[in-house]
């Protein structure tokens, strides 16, 4: 399998996944969600969904439970708009780049801040 037609399908995957859960799913467990990355097997046969949610731990939790709930009903919508023999089997994780990426970012703020280095601009 090229691995440019994986990429294209993790794409399409991607945006199709968003669409069921921000359009389809009425659960109240479920709000601020942002799909972050899909992985697909070379095969094609199962789907990684990376996805950030926004709120505390508890919060994250109840909500990744939630989707792993409707998983098959997020699957069905997804397959009926794919157009390839098989629907990846769907599995959710948690993103933890972007709770990283700011935690890095706040800390070279306070490093700049401490310094007696400034910015350009400032």
Known sequence: MSSRRIERLSEVLKQEVSKAILYKLK???ISF???TKVEI???LKRAKVYISILGDEPTQRKTLRALEH???FIQAEVGA???TRYTPVLSFFLDESIKKS???SKLI???V???DITVKGE
């Open 113 to 115: 801040k401490g310094s």
């Open 102 to 104: 700011m935690h890095i």
């Open 109 to 111: 703020d306070e490093a």
């Open 70 to 72: 409707a998983k098959g």
């Open 41 to 43: 097997t070379p095969d």
């Open 81 to 83: 708009h794919l157009q």
């Open 27 to 29: 659960d109240p467990r």
């Open 33 to 35: 969600i942002t799909v």
